[in-house]
C-alpha cells in the first residue's frame, strides 16, 4: 500500500529501496509533478545518503515506469504520452474486469473488510483535501481486488497499470475535484461481498471505461514544485 512521507527525509535511514519507495509514494501522491527534474545531487543532499544509493533507487523507480533515466539529462519523473495513456487504460479494461470476476468468486470477509476501508479512507483523504493520498488509496483500491483473485502474476501486472495511471491522471484528468468516482466503487464492493462474478465484471468494465473517458488528452502542464519542499510535506 502506498503511503504518505510522514517524516522529513533527513529523519530517517534511507537505503535504495526505502529511497524508492519515498520517492514511489510522492509521485503517486502527486507531490512531484510529472516532468519534474531528479537530479543525483540533490536527492543525495536532501536525504543524506551517497549518489550511488540514489542512483540505484532511481533505477529501479525507471524499471517501474515511473522515472525517465535519459544520458546526459538525467533522470525525471516520467510524462506518460497521450498514447501511453490509451494503451493504460485500454490494457486495464482487457485484464481488470476478469480479476474482478475472479475476485468475487475468492473473496473473503477480510477482504471485503480490507475494500471497505480502504473506500472510508479514500473518502476522509478527499474531506482533508488530500487529493494526492485519495488518488493514491484509489489506486489502491483496484490493486487489492487483484490481489484477491490469487493471480499473483497478473496482479503484479494489474498494480504496474495502476501506478502508470497515477502519472496520467496527473496530466490528463479533465475533472480535477473529482477522482474514481464513489459510487463505482461502493457498486463494485456490492458485487464482490455478495459473489456475483459477472456483475463485478461488468461493474469494472464500466468503471474503467469512465475513467478512461474522463481523459483529456492534450499535453497538460504540470505544476514543478522545489523538490526539497515536496518531500519534506
Not at 481488470?96 to 471485503?112: N, S, T, W
Request: with cysteine; net charge negative.
Amino acid at each position: 500500500m502506498i503511503q504518505p512521507v510522514s517524516a522529513s527525509p533527513s529523519d530517517r535511514v534511507m537505503t535504495a529501496a526505502s529511497l524508492a519507495q519515498d520517492l514511489s509514494a510522492a509521485i503517486h501522491a502527486h507531490r512531484i509533478a510529472p516532468g519534474t527534474k531528479l537530479r543525483e545531487d540533490e536527492l543525495s543532499d536532501i536525504y543524506s545518503v551517497s549518489r550511488t544509493i540514489v542512483r540505484s533507487a532511481l533505477q529501479a523507480l525507471a524499471h517501474q515506469k515511473l522515472v525517465d533515466i535519459q544520458r546526459n539529462r538525467g533522470a525525471s519523473v516520467a510524462s506518460p504520452t497521450p498514447r501511453d495513456a490509451h494503451d493504460v487504460f485500454e490494457a486495464r479494461i482487457m485484464i481488470e474486469p476478469q480479476m474482478a470476476q475472479a475476485a468475487a468468486q475468492k473473496a473473503m470477509p477480510d477482504d471485503i473488510a480490507i475494500l471497505r476501508q480502504h473506500i472510508a479512507d479514500e473518502h476522509a483523504a478527499v474531506l482533508a483535501g488530500d487529493r494526492g493520498q485519495a488518488l493514491a488509496l484509489s489506486g489502491q483500491f483496484h490493486v487489492e481486488i487483484a490481489r484477491m483473485a490469487d493471480q499473483s502474476i497478473i496482479a503484479e501486472f494489474v498494480r504496474s497499470l495502476v501506478e502508470r495511471s497515477s502519472l496520467i491522471i496527473a496530466l490528463y484528468w479533465r475533472k480535477p475535484s473529482t477522482l474514481c468516482e464513489s459510487d463505482a466503487h461502493h457498486a463494485l464492493l456490492a458485487a464482490l461481498a455478495s459473489h456475483d462474478g459477472p456483475a463485478t465484471h461488468k461493474l469494472m468494465t464500466q468503471h474503467l471505461t469512465d475513467l478512461h473517458s474522463s481523459l483529456d488528452l492534450h499535453m497538460q502542464g504540470s505544476e514543478i514544485v522545489n523538490l526539497k519542499d515536496a518531500l519534506r510535506r
